[in-house]
């Protein structure tokens, strides 16, 4: 029999999601892949995975999943209730299930998005070398429904040494490090200040694109049009009222925007962990 | 050059021209610690690995944007045909607006060759310069919802064609059926920076 999982329920929102699409700017195809990618690589880790194979991308829980034929799973990211095979079970370790047995990812207490791995990946058919799901172009494989049955690739040959990981995305203020510009010379010197002395509110206009955020203005000195330039992952463009907007994994490949600030690369895996009404601050990198 | 985060740098050029010839060069030799190069109308942004070491690539940029003449620039490919109905619902007001009448927009964009400046926007959308500067027309000032697949579109300097129904502010003159972007073909992109393209003019649309 061919391993799968079936989806039984798909929670908000839940999408498949491995390291995405590098390298294809050209052709108008921007990065993708998972919007936390430590959290995509540790869950990986813990199965004996490639470190590319792709995993269930949950935003706050809400996913049940059935299990053919037997499987290994595990939760990294986001920690919540796990229910597996009826009984309760812990983020960051190897959970097995055996044909017909549930896998049941409740809403996370801290962070946004929980990793759902399996021993052997989610084999859904590759599009352009990426099994991720990218919301913004429409490429890649449709967001989860319930009712889909995703196929599991053949299991490695190993298992690697480590049976359990510490998984804990912060609650509470978010600290992120910040690179001043490209365009910080776009804004009165004021902004820069606000945008590092400010406490700022992720609001409900999130998703794998970017973040708005909730705070004071940040008043521009140069009014004209920008012209479209490249953008990156952690960017913090500014939108014409004036509130910015943190990018994340589907984020355009240019915008129109001054970016005032980038976030250090290393950081965005954080921030891309915080919810509605939680807090972000930025403090320059020293 | 300008800071772009820890895994980035914008160079900023004088021109399109010159952004052209960078992206090229910098396609056909990619620096080391160099994941993907995204061309735009001034600038050129290029993301590394994380942990690249800015500095040293920031020097080498700085060799590779400096003009080198004719030796940066390819020999051209054959341009890209694109026929198109020229049936768009702005075709009259683009008409009124540039003071040429419908017939004579269709006249100035079919007589020049386009050619691909950057991509983005969309997988296989193209940014299309090099046009009649006489069909240089604002943006629309509401944008539309939903913009169906192969509209040609006219929008400041640039002409595009949508590769699938999306919202959009470009005005639109026409309609095309050519599949700009396929996943499943080698290569998926119609249009990469660079390419060529000439519309011509394919009629009204069959009944």
């Given at each position: 029999m061919t391993r799968a999982l079936e989806v039984l329920a798909a929670g908000p929102f839940t999408s498949v999601q491995d390291t995405g699409r590098?390298?294809?700017?050209?052709?108008?195809?921007?990065?993708?892949?998972?919007?936390?990618?430590g959290a995509l690589l540790l869950v990986n880790r813990l199965l004996g995975n490639d470190p590319r194979a792709a995993a269930l991308e949950a935003t706050l829980g809400g996913l049940r999943l059935r299990a053919r034929g037997a499987v290994a799973v595990a939760v990294t990211g986001a920690a919540g209730p796990l229910r597996c095979a009826g009984r309760d079970a812990w983020a960051g370790e190897v959970l097995h299930l055996r044909d017909g047995e549930e896998l049941e990812v409740g809403l996370p207490e801290a962070g946004l998005r929980s990793y759902v791995g399996v021993r052997g990946g989610v084999d859904v058919r590759?599009?352009?070398?990426?099994?991720?799901?990218?919301?913004?172009?429409?490429?890649?494989?449709?967001?989860?429904?319930?009712?889909?049955?995703?196929?599991?690739?053949?299991?490695?040959?190993?298992?690697?040494q480590v049976d359990a990981v510490a998984v804990a995305p912060a609650a509470g203020e978010v600290r992120l490090r910040v690179l001043p510009g490209p365009r910080d010379d776009w804004f009165v010197p004021a902004a820069l200040r606000e945008l590092l002395t400010a406490a700022w509110t992720v609001t409900a206009r999130s998703d794998r694109v970017g973040m708005r955020l909730a705070g004071p203005v940040l008043r521009r000195s140069r009014t004209e049009e920008l012209p479209s330039e490249g953008v990156v992952r952690g960017a913090l463009q500014v939108a014409a009222d004036g509130s910015p907007a943190l990018f994340l994994a589907d984020h355009p490949l240019t915008g129109g925007y001054p970016v005032i600030a980038v976030v250090l690369d290393a950081d965005v895996d954080r921030a891309a962990q915080a919810r509605p009404g939680q807090v972000l601050r930025f403090a320059r990198k020293r | 050059m300008l800071p772009c985060g820890d895994a980035a740098l914008l160079v900023e050029l004088g021109s399109l021209p010159a952004a052209l010839a960078l992206h090229a060069d910098l396609a056909a030799a990619p620096p080391p610690g160099v994941v993907d190069v995204v061309p735009a109308a001034r600038t050129v942004l290029v993301r590394t690995a994380p942990g690249a070491d800015l500095a040293a690539l920031a020097g080498l940029l700085a060799g590779r944007a400096a003009p080198t003449g004719a030796a940066a620039a390819p020999a051209p490919a054959p341009a890209v045909e694109?026929?198109?109905?020229?049936?768009?619902?702005?075709?009259?007001?683009?008409?009124?607006?540039?003071?040429?009448?419908?017939?004579?927009?269709?006249?100035?964009?079919?007589?020049?060759?386009?050619?691909?400046?950057?991509?983005?926007?969309?997988?296989?959308?193209?940014?299309?310069?090099?046009g009649d500067p006489r069909l240089?027309?604002?943006?629309?000032?509401?944008?539309?919802?939903?913009?169906?697949?192969?509209?040609?579109?006219?929008a400041g300097e640039f002409s595009g064609v949508y590769p699938r129904t999306s919202p959009g502010g470009w005005q639109l003159i026409g309609t095309c059926d050519a599949v700009l972007f396929d996943p499943d073909r080698d290569p998926p992109a119609l249009l990469r920076p660079g390419t060529r393209v000439r519309f011509t003019d394919a009629g009204t649309a069959a009944p």
């Open positions: 590098p390298g294809l700017a050209d052709m108008g195809v921007g990065p993708s892949g998972a919007a936390d990618r590759p599009v352009l070398g990426s099994r991720s799901t990218d919301v913004l172009s429409g490429l890649g494989p449709p967001p989860i429904a319930a009712g889909q049955v995703l196929p599991v690739g053949t299991a490695p040959a190993h298992w690697p | 694109l026929r198109v109905v020229y049936d768009g619902e702005d075709l009259a007001e683009v008409g009124e607006l540039t003071g040429l009448g419908a017939a004579g927009v269709v006249a100035a964009h079919t007589a020049s060759t386009w050619t691909t400046a950057f991509t983005g926007f969309a997988p296989g959308f193209g940014y299309l310069t090099g240089h027309v604002p943006r629309r000032s509401s944008p539309r919802t939903r913009v169906p697949a192969g509209s040609v579109a006219l």
